[in-house]
């Protein structure tokens, strides 16, 4: 059955450090794969999204996401964390870029620490 | 830019009531959604419509029904509230249905006492 893991439920980190969150697929084939961020109180908003091509995928405020499909995975990476980039991290996937068919990860809180 | 509006933002209810959540988007998007939200469950699709007066279920339909009588809206009903439910509903718009980012709304926290 298709599916996406994030096997992380919560992540701490200190402000200033890098950070990695974690996102697996199991997909038959190679499905379209997004990152989307939600902030307290508020809907989800997109930070990058990986169709083909480049493994490496530049998202807004510095994020950055690798597509490995050795792996199955599509990792999300900052180099430096921010405070303010506290929230909750959603993977989701669809084979065929059929919106209606997208499913979505359990969700990784991250919470910076000062 | 456009903006996706819900309300209310807030809505508690009694077990076994009707309720009904609303949205509204104005970025002239075909298709709109709407998502539950449980804490551990990540997001689930109940409905969506590709264009006014379509509806078409997802995942976890049952226990809701939709309306999409305008473009601009597409409402939620919950037909009869569970005790003790509480829940977050998420809107969300897309130009299509195919290689779209979503656009989401701020969401209705349901609380049924």
């Known amino acids: 059955a298709q599916s996406v893991t994030q096997p992380d439920a919560r992540v701490t980190v200190s402000e200033g450090a890098s950070l990695q969150l974690r996102c697996k697929y199991s997909?038959?084939?190679?499905?379209?794969l997004f990152w989307y961020v939600q902030y307290q109180r508020q809907g989800l908003q997109l930070l990058l999204k990986y169709y083909s091509g480049d493994p490496v995928v530049q998202g807004v405020n510095g994020f950055e996401a690798e597509f490995s499909k050795s792996d199955s995975s599509f990792h999300l990476r900052k180099a430096s964390v921010h405070w303010s980039d506290s929230a909750v991290y959603f993977c989701a996937a669809t084979l065929t870029g059929n919106t209606r068919k997208l499913i979505f990860g359990l969700g990784t809180t991250l919470q910076v620490q000062p | 830019g456009g903006i996706i509006t819900q309300t209310p933002k807030f809505l508690i209810g009694q077990e076994g009531q009707k309720l009904t959540l609303k949205c509204q988007q104005n970025f002239n998007h075909d298709t709109m959604y709407w998502y539950r939200q449980d804490s551990g469950k990540g997001l689930r699709l109940i409905y969506y419509s590709i264009t006014e007066n379509d509806l078409q279920k997802g995942d976890l339909s049952e226990g809701y029904d939709a309306s999409r009588e305008k473009k601009s809206s597409f409402s939620l009903t919950v037909t009869s509230a569970q005790k003790n439910e509480m829940a977050v509903f998420l809107c969300?718009?897309?130009?299509?249905?195919?290689?779209?980012?979503?656009?989401f709304g701020h969401g209705t926290k349901l609380s049924v006492l």
């Open positions: 969300a718009s897309s130009i299509t249905g195919n290689n779209e980012r979503l656009f």
């Open positions: 997909y038959s084939g190679t499905p379209y």
